[in-house]
C-alpha cells in the first residue's frame, strides 16, 4: 500500500516561487507515475503535471508549462513540482498523486486513473 505525503505549499505574491514535495513510501510497483493535481473549490480537478518514474517522462498542462518544472528523486521516492512566476490563478489545493497501473505513462493526466492520492497542501498566491 503506497502512501503520499506533500509538503511545501504556502503564501507567495504573484511573480514568486515555491517548492512542493511529494515523498512515497510503500510504492513498490515495478512502472509507475506520480502527478500532481490541484482543485479550486467549484472547478474541476485540473492534472497539472506528471512524472513516469520508470523513465523520466514528463508530462505539463498548457496552463502551467514554461513556469513549473517536475522531477524525481528516484532514490529517495520523492517528487517535486518547483513553481516559478506564480500566479493568482494558480492558487488551489495540490495534490500530488500515485499511477500503479499504468506502467508509467504519462501522456495525458486524468484523476480516475491515479489510485493512491496525497493528503493536499494549500497554495495561494496574492495577487
Known amino acids: 500500500e503506497a502512501q503520499l505525503v506533500e509538503s511545501g505549499g504556502g503564501l507567495v505574491q504573484a511573480g514568486g516561487s515555491l517548492r512542493l514535495s511529494c515523498a512515497a513510501s510503500?510504492?513498490?510497483?515495478?512502472?509507475?507515475?506520480i502527478g500532481w493535481f490541484r482543485q479550486v473549490p467549484g472547478k474541476e480537478q485540473e492534472g497539472v503535471s506528471a512524472i513516469s518514474m520508470s523513465d523520466g517522462t514528463t508530462y505539463y498542462a498548457d496552463s502551467v508549462r514554461g513556469r513549473f518544472t517536475i522531477f524525481s528523486d528516484v532514490a529517495e521516492n520523492t517528487v517535486y513540482l518547483q513553481m516559478n512566476s506564480l500566479k493568482h490563478e494558480d492558487t488551489a489545493v495540490y495534490y500530488c498523486?500515485?499511477?500503479?497501473?499504468?506502467?508509467?505513462?504519462?501522456?495525458?493526466?486524468?484523476?480516475?486513473?491515479?489510485?493512491?492520492w496525497g493528503q493536499g497542501t494549500q497554495v495561494t498566491v496574492s495577487s
Open positions: 498523486a500515485l499511477d500503479s497501473t499504468g506502467g508509467g505513462t504519462v501522456t495525458a493526466m486524468y484523476p480516475s486513473w491515479y489510485d493512491y
Open positions: 510503500g510504492a513498490t510497483f515495478d512502472d509507475y507515475a
